[in-house]
Structures are given as structure tokens and as C-alpha cells.
Nanobody, 121 residues
Framework: QVHLVESGGGLVQAGESLRLSCAASGTIFSINVMGWYRQAPGKQRELVARITVDGTTNYADSVKDRFTISRDDAKNAGYLQMNILKPEDTAIYSC???????????????WGQGTQVTVSS
């Protein structure tokens, strides 16, 4: 079993920055993909950013050039640096990791509990 814990959310003003962290614990052989998703009230959950094991990144158009995703495989951790935050970034942000627990085993998808990000205007 793998457990993910996010941290770093909070209340900020528009234009400010936050850095989210996601720490994974448990039996982990490799983390294929790390992703950050968000869900605002009354809206569907959406992909914010993802990073693969080879470092390839993808971003939602709404956060390109403002958010940066990164990973530290030595720590089984992922990060989301969020700059120039806007009120429309307000949401619960959740971390997702697609993990292999053994070399030849299948992958499993795990989610954190989410962290609230609120941006005031």
C-alpha cells in the first residue's frame, strides 16, 4: 500500500505564490507518473500538471507559464510551484501517483487527500 500526503496549501492574495508538496510512503519500486489535479466547487476535477519518469511535463493551458511541476525520486516526492496565482485557481488540489511496487509488477494509481488553495482578489 502506498500513502500520499499533500501539504503547502493555504490562503493567499492574487499574484502571490504557493508551493505544494506530495510525499509518498510505502512499498515503491518506481513512480511512473506524478500528477496534480484540482477541483473547484461545482466543477469537474481537472488535470493541472503531470510529469513522467523521464521528466516529460504537461500542463493545463490555464496554468502554463505560471505553474511548474517537479519530482524528487530519491524522496518519492512531487512538487507544484504555483506563481502569479489567480482567484480562479481556487480549488482543492490533489496529488496522484502511478506507482510500481515491484520491478515486473503492474502499476497502481494512488491519490492524496487533497489540500485547499484559496486565492483572494
Amino acid at each position: 500500500q502506498v500513502h500520499l500526503v499533500e501539504s503547502g496549501g493555504g490562503l493567499v492574495q492574487a499574484g502571490e505564490s504557493l508551493r505544494l508538496s506530495c510525499a509518498a510512503s510505502g512499498t515503491i519500486f518506481s513512480i511512473n507518473v506524478m500528477g496534480w489535479y484540482r477541483q473547484a466547487p461545482g466543477k469537474q476535477r481537472e488535470l493541472v500538471a503531470r510529469i513522467t519518469v523521464d521528466g516529460t511535463t504537461n500542463y493545463a493551458d490555464s496554468v502554463k507559464d505560471r505553474f511548474t511541476i517537479s519530482r524528487d525520486d530519491a524522496k518519492n516526492a512531487g512538487y507544484l510551484q504555483m506563481n502569479i496565482l489567480k482567484p480562479e485557481d481556487t480549488a482543492i488540489y490533489s496529488c496522484n501517483m502511478v506507482v510500481k511496487t515491484t520491478n515486473r509488477g503492474p502499476t497502481f494509481s494512488y491519490w492524496g487527500q487533497g489540500t485547499q488553495v484559496t486565492v483572494s482578489s
